[in-house]
């Protein structure tokens, strides 16, 4: 514990915007330290607000990770991702938008239509600078990304590699408003268990499938039991077409199993404990489409 009183408490929410793909969870996981939300190298991998919470000396600041804005929308659950981003920066103490650096894109400037009504401090991170191998030219891109917007300060780093990120935290928590903490000082995420849990299923899940899948796919954790010696966790993967419950089952259920061991491994080291884990296809047409079905996956419509 720390003898901080009340009073010299601040706290505040910091909403992380950009484009699929560019490093909104790898960063905010960074930052917090802990991996909380889905990451894979494919985009609109997240599809809920998730929320970090990193505290550290007098400040306490909770990430809202929105979804990917899209372009187009023509299915519900692309609308509700989309409500769910601009939402996400209602009431938030500061913005850090990411763009890949010295890769200004069209959906970049859609992501900036969205700030349009803003008030609070926007911060621009031009991540994944370490794929760039001549630095110097980042001299001339940043003054014509200042054009585009002002933010209040440009930080280029590597979210992956994790420099430059200690700078981006300490100007963040200069701008958290002097108030209580929300959270107690230990909380991670204010995200279940079992949320997480799926969260963890579906990133191997993209990642074994790679781009032999739509994303019409979503993860139910049907059962959640802590037994004495175990977790035991039954999940069930739902597709939207016959065909695709054979890809994800693979032949003679090869490409489930390998998707079903590697996410035991990643839930029995967040969990810290052994699991059992049963994964089911199940095939409900067009979900995607279904409030019904989207809000018992626990995606708001
Ligand atoms: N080289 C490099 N790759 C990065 C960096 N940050 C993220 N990536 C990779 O970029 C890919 C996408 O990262 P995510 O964090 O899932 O991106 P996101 O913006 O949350 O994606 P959506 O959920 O689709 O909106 C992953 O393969 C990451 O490993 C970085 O600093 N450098």
Not at 53 to 78: C, W
Request: proline content about 4%.
């Amino acid at each position: 514990m720390t003898d901080t009183t009340p009073s010299t408490q601040r706290c505040g929410y910091v909403a992380i915007v950009g484009r699929p793909n560019v490093g909104k969870s790898t960063l905010m996981n960074l930052l917090i330290g802990f991996k909380v939300s889905a990451t894979a190298n494919k985009p609109q991998t997240t599809r809920h607000s998730i929320r970090g919470i990193l505290t550290e000396d007098d400040y306490q600041m909770i990430f809202v990770d929105t979804p990917g804005i899209h372009r187009t929308s023509k299915s519900l659950l692309n609308k509700t991702i989309n409500l769910e981003a601009v939402a996400a920066l209602e009431g938030v103490d500061a913005v850090v938008m990411i763009v890949e650096a010295l890769k200004w894109q069209d959906e970049d400037d859609l992501v900036l239509q969205r700030l349009g009504h803003v008030t609070c401090p926007v911060f621009l991170v031009a991540n994944k600078v370490d794929r760039i191998e001549k630095k110097e030219r980042l001299l001339t891109w940043l003054p014509d990304v200042l054009k585009k917007y002002p933010f209040k300060e440009i930080f280029p780093l590597s979210a992956t590699k994790g420099t430059n990120t200690q700078q981006l935290k300490a100007a963040l928590a200069k701008v958290m408003p002097q108030q209580d903490w929300v959270y107690a000082e230990d909380d991670v995420t204010d995200q279940s268990t079992r949320f997480i849990c799926g969260e963890l299923i579906r990133e191997q899940l993209m990642t074994y499938l790679h781009q032999e899948m739509p994303y019409s796919t979503a993860i139910e954790i049907e059962t959640f039991e802590e037994k004495p010696k175990l977790t035991e966790i039954n999940a069930v993967i739902w597709v939207s077409r016959e065909n695709q419950k054979g890809i994800v089952i693979g032949n003679r259920g090869d490409t489930l199993k390998r998707i079903g061991s590697s996410a035991r491994i990643a839930l029995e080291a967040f969990l810290e404990r052994k699991v059992m884990l049963k994964l089911w296809v199940r095939v409900e047409e067009n979900w995607e489409n279904s409030p019904r079905h989207l809000q018992s996956l626990g995606i708001s419509t």
